[in-house]
């Protein structure tokens, strides 16, 4: 029986097959655009590739997107046809398919930490528990999944960069900068075009306030993002952080319309509503509106595509971002449509179900509120939320877009306990000083008038 990369059995009577899904692989934890065409190919080479079907569904659940769901259970229903005379761990892949295609995320994950006690090298099933842990806001669960199975690595094996990326970006989120800086360093020192290497540590020096060491670090490795899936829009917006916190606000805009938010590129026209783009340019626009900058009409297209997505809950996080863009458009009936089917999603049994109910819709309704100046009511809509928003998932650096939500409208309501309130949390969650990031200075001076 064929073996996959890191010699684990693989149901496929073709080699040429088994080798385009190592490629699918190595492809999908490198970020690579081109990485659905290797699946592709081993999908034609065996077209009864159970594994690979399983994969083909995955994929389309990766893109957080209700619309790709039918399609996830066209795959699972084409692995399932195969799946008798497969491997025990890809039967469990399988029930790992089908479980989130039903949106039971905990079952999901469950079975992946599953494979992995018996297969601690399925770097498969171990890059899935790490990504769906993050939009989960689950940072301890992220460190817990990689401490289990690092001693079964070694630096001979390939994708090894992967899991100190994962390392990385999981310590970074657990405050702990010291150990995840070295993971990073030593992915990219192993592979410069390990794109979540690169991510990770972009995270570290943000949180740190190291800016300038930011912005010249991802330019000495943008040169290795060439054929990069959107994580390259991501790299950017990372890099327009640095220069917001700088306030050289014009660089941010700037790399807003020539890189991570470039509607003629080739891959947001691929992807023109994708969650994590939806996401770098709403928290952007939102935050260069906080500091006076005029935005023009770039809030238009994100609202175009926000309606269009009305009532796909697959992103929690993605919420508050299509909420910003319908709000600062004016549709605000379009945004109480929004938040009805917010409320028919929450009643719902998904694991995402009560984040959404429960987390979500009160942002979402304090984004509504906040902009048509009722910023009373925003801080009060969102104040029992502020310390399980994190359930949202997003990182420390996309969070803070919603603490400045908060922040700015506790200022406008004179809401001067609400605004030490949310200090206090910035100030522990946060290494740098206040004082020295841009949307949290002059509420420091607020404070002392």
Same mark, same amino acid.
């Given at each position: 029986?064929?073996?996959?990369?890191?010699?684990?059995?693989?149901?496929?009577?073709?080699?040429?097959?088994?080798?385009?899904?190592?490629?699918? /692989?190595?492809?999908?934890?490198?970020?690579?655009?081109?990485?659905?065409? $290797?699946?592709?190919?081993?999908? !034609?080479?065996? =077209?009864?590739?159970?594994? =690979?079907?399983?994969?083909?569904?995955?994929?389309?659940?990766?893109?957080?997107?209700?619309?790709?769901?039918?399609?996830?259970?066209?795959?699972?229903?084409?692995?399932?046809?195969?799946?008798?005379?497969?491997?025990?761990?890809?039967?469990? $892949?399988?029930?790992?398919?089908?479980?989130?295609?039903?949106?039971?995320?905990?079952?999901?994950?469950?079975?992946?930490?599953?494979?992995?006690?018996?297969? &601690?090298?399925?770097?498969?099933?171990?890059?899935?528990? $790490?990504?769906?842990?993050?939009?989960?806001?689950? &940072?301890?669960?992220?460190?817990?999944?990689?401490?289990?199975?690092?001693?079964?690595?070694?630096?001979?094996?390939?994708?090894?960069?992967?899991?100190?990326?994962?390392?990385?970006?999981?310590? !970074?989120?657990?405050?702990?900068?010291?150990?995840?800086? &070295?993971?990073?360093?030593?992915?990219?020192?192993?592979?410069?075009?390990?794109?979540?290497?690169?991510?990770?540590?972009?995270?570290?020096?943000?949180?740190?306030?190291?800016?300038?060491?930011?912005?010249?670090?991802?330019?000495?490795?943008?040169?290795?993002?060439?054929?990069?899936?959107?994580?390259?829009?991501?790299?950017?917006?990372?890099?327009?952080?640095?220069?917001?916190?700088?306030?050289?606000?014009?660089?941010?805009?700037?790399?807003?319309?020539?890189?991570?938010?470039?509607?003629?590129?080739?891959?947001?026209?691929?992807? &023109?509503? /994708?969650?994590?783009?939806?996401?770098?340019?709403?928290?952007?626009?939102?935050?260069?509106?906080?500091?006076?900058?005029?935005?023009?009409?770039?809030?238009?297209? /994100?609202?175009?595509?926000?309606?269009?997505?009305?009532?796909?809950? *697959?992103?929690?996080?993605?919420?508050?971002?299509?909420?910003?863009? /319908?709000?600062?458009?004016?549709?605000?009936?379009?945004?109480?449509?929004?938040? !009805?089917?917010?409320?028919?999603?929450?009643?719902?049994?998904?694991?995402?179900?009560?984040?959404?109910?429960?987390? =979500?819709?009160?942002?979402?309704?304090?984004?509504?509120?906040?902009?048509?100046?009722?910023?009373?009511?925003?801080?009060?809509?969102?104040?029992?939320?502020?310390?399980?928003?994190?359930?949202?998932?997003?990182?420390?650096?996309?969070?803070?877009?919603?603490?400045?939500?908060?922040?700015?409208?506790?200022?406008?309501?004179?809401?001067?306990?609400?605004?030490?309130?949310?200090?206090?949390?910035?100030? *522990?969650?946060?290494?740098?000083?206040?004082?020295?990031?841009?949307?949290?200075?002059?509420?420091?001076?607020?404070?002392?008038?």
């Amino acid at each position: 029986m064929p073996a996959d990369l890191h010699g684990l059995p693989i149901t496929t009577a073709s080699a040429e097959a088994a080798a385009a899904f190592d490629r699918t /692989l190595t492809g999908y934890f490198k970020y690579r655009a081109d990485t659905p065409t $290797h699946l592709a190919a081993a999908l !034609e080479a065996d =077209a009864d590739f159970a594994l =690979a079907h399983i994969l083909r569904g995955y994929f389309m659940l990766l893109a957080f997107n209700q619309n790709q769901v039918a399609a996830a259970r066209e795959a699972a229903q084409a692995a399932k046809k195969a799946i008798g005379t497969t491997t025990p761990r890809e039967q469990q $892949h399988l029930a790992a398919l089908e479980a989130w295609i039903a949106g039971d995320l905990d079952r999901t994950i469950g079975l992946w930490e599953e494979i992995l006690v018996a297969h &601690p090298l399925d770097v498969l099933a171990f890059r899935l528990a $790490h990504f769906n842990n993050f939009w989960l806001g689950r &940072p301890a669960a992220m460190r817990a999944s990689i401490e289990r199975i690092e001693s079964k690595w070694g630096a001979e094996l390939p994708g090894y960069g992967t899991l100190l990326s994962c390392k990385c970006f999981a310590y !970074e989120e657990c405050g702990d900068y010291a150990s995840a800086e &070295p993971a990073g360093r030593k992915a990219v020192e192993i592979d410069a075009e390990d794109l979540w290497g690169t991510h990770a540590l972009a995270h570290v020096m943000e949180m740190q306030g190291r800016t300038v060491e930011g912005i010249a670090f991802l330019n000495q490795m943008e040169p290795h993002w060439q054929g990069a899936n959107n994580l390259a829009h991501h790299l950017w917006w990372h890099r327009a952080l640095y220069h917001y916190e700088r306030r050289e606000f014009e660089a941010v805009l700037d790399l807003y319309d020539r890189r991570f938010r470039n509607l003629a590129s080739p891959l947001t026209q691929a992807q &023109p509503d /994708l969650y994590i783009d939806m996401q770098n340019a709403a928290a952007m626009l939102f935050r260069l509106e906080r500091q006076r900058v005029d935005v023009g009409e770039r809030w238009v297209e /994100l609202a175009d595509k926000a309606e269009a997505r009305i009532g796909d809950c *697959r992103s929690a996080f993605t919420l508050p971002h299509w909420m910003m863009a /319908l709000a600062a458009c004016g549709r605000y009936a379009t945004g109480n449509r929004m938040l !009805e089917a917010m409320r028919a999603f929450g009643d719902g049994r998904e694991t995402l179900a009560p984040i959404v109910r429960d987390v =979500a819709l009160p942002i979402c309704e304090a984004v509504l509120a906040h902009r048509t100046g009722n910023a009373g009511r925003a801080v009060d809509l969102m104040r029992p939320v502020l310390e399980t928003m994190h359930c949202l998932g997003g990182s420390h650096a996309q969070q803070d877009v919603l603490e400045q939500l908060f922040l700015d409208a506790a200022l406008k309501a004179q809401r001067l306990d609400d605004v030490r309130r949310l200090l206090v949390r910035a100030a *522990r969650d946060k290494p740098l000083p206040l004082a020295q990031r841009v949307g949290y200075a002059d509420a420091e001076k607020a404070l002392t008038q």
